[in-house]
């Protein structure tokens, strides 16, 4: 699917900050960065403050967008259990575009193209402050944990113990 990239001005994402009022700032990396690692060292982070949107399918083709901290990687028995689901799979890239609007490092849980269910592993809201993605590549939103909790408790997210710590050197 063939979509023009979103750009600061028009990202849905900020968008939707900036209609609820969510105070945030920008930050924008030198280049797209490689890894979560690299991303939250870029933006004075640590690993557990950047928030990573995984979108999942059911085999019904439904779709989940799940928050989760940097570190930490889907809990997949949980997962299943928690959506009643004996199968889930990763979202394949052209489909991240088609339902959520943004492209695979840039995909953040507000101003998608099509409504999803969303979930966020509670450990997102544990910093004070976090990072997301924008909508566009090589911009983060920065913002305070509980505005994030705010603006997606408005959107009906629901929240849980979704993940678990990554291996050493994975996210």
Known sequence: MSV????????????????????????????????LARAAQERGQRLEQV???????DPAHRFVLLLLPGGYRADWPAL????GQRRLTLARAEEVLA????????VGPLGLRQPVRLLADRR??????VSLGSGVRG????????????VLEAQGVEI????????????
């Open 4 to 35: 023009e990239p979103y750009t600061i001005e028009t990202s849905p994402l900020l968008a939707a900050l900036r209609a609820a009022g969510v105070p945030f700032r920008l930050f924008v990396h030198p280049e797209p960065p490689r890894s």
């Open 51 to 57: 928030v990573r949107s995984i979108l999942f399918r």
């Open 80 to 83: 299943r259990r928690y959506l």
């Open 99 to 106: 339902v959520t609007g943004y492209p695979i490092g840039a």
């Open 124 to 129: 997102v809201f544990a910093p004070e402050e």
């Open 139 to 150: 911009v983060a939103v920065v913002l305070r944990s509980a505005d994030l909790r705010r």
């Open 160 to 171: 849980g113990d979704f993940g678990v710590r990554a291996e050493e050197g994975k996210s």
